[in-house]
T-cell receptor, first 111, second 113 residues
Framework: GENVEQHPSTLSVQEGDSAVIKCTYSDSASNYFPWYKQELGKRPQLIIDIRSNVGEKKDQRIAVTLNKTAKHFSLHITETQPEDSAVYFCAVNQAGTALIFGKGTTLSVSS | NAGVTQTPKFRVLKTGQSMTLLCAQDMNHEYMYWYRQDPGMGLRLIHYSVGEGTTAKGEVPDGYNVSRLKKQNFLLGLESAAPSQTSVYFC????????????FGPGTRLTVL
């Protein structure tokens, strides 16, 4: 089955800095790569996603880049704010039916 | 629309007891999923369903059973609970199209003593 590795497991930045989280996957047939944000005690919620026919997608301060050849994709958050503090999960679709998640990155933004 | 709901929100079991977690969605979604979340382990897929009457195993299916008798409901059963099943359980659903967003329920915190 699909194997998803996510790094780093924790990330601390100063407010206004950029944050980058990277994920690698194993199945070259995977074609959908979402990112979820989970605030403390809450459910995971989709923040951005990318399909395999696109190399980069941006939505205000967040962006995702995909390198299909190397089988990795990254989440970029610019101008971080304290409310960005949360756990971020990458995911990859397996056989088009189920999402397999990385282990998560705890992002802490200090002001 | 309520979206995805889960019952109960919290539960404490003794080892060997059984229970059923209920997930319901009102978005007419075909796909439904059960994940467990443990510290440092992310979200691991237990079982999933691609439609009413169908179920499939995920990454960590042992010790769990599921049923999808109605399209809007997906049940997760623990026949004989073990302390290793202490976790937060999330249900999720999505529509049929491949790139549809997957929506999560609020979670059920289960403790097995």
């Amino acid at each position: 089955g699909e194997n998803v590795e996510q790094h780093p497991s924790t990330l601390s930045v100063q407010e206004g800095d950029s944050a980058v989280i990277k994920c690698t996957y194993s199945d070259s047939a995977s074609n959908y790569f979402p990112w979820y944000k989970q605030e403390l005690g809450k459910r995971p919620q989709l923040i951005i996603d990318i399909r395999s026919n696109v190399g980069e997608k941006k939505d205000q301060r967040i962006a995702v880049t995909l390198n299909k050849t190397a089988k990795h994709f990254s989440l970029h958050i610019t101008e971080t704010q304290p409310e960005d503090s949360a756990v971020y999960f990458c995911a990859v679709n397996q056989a088009g039916t189920a999402l397999i998640f990385g282990k998560g990155t705890t992002l802490s933004v200090s002001s | 629309n309520a979206g995805v709901t889960q019952t109960p929100k919290f539960r404490v079991l003794k080892t060997g007891q059984s229970m059923t977690l209920l997930c319901a969605q009102d978005m007419n979604h075909e796909y439904m999923y059960w994940y467990r979340q443990d510290p440092g382990m992310g979200l691991r897929l237990i079982h999933y369903s691609v439609g009413e009457g169908t179920t499939a195993k995920g990454e960590v299916p042992d010790g769990y059973n599921v049923s999808r008798l109605k399209k809007q409901n997906f049940l997760l059963g623990l026949e004989s609970a073990a302390p290793s099943q202490t976790s937060v359980y999330f249900c999720a659903s999505r529509g049929l199209a491949r790139f549809n967003e997957q929506f999560f329920g609020p979670g059920t915190r289960l403790t097995v003593l």
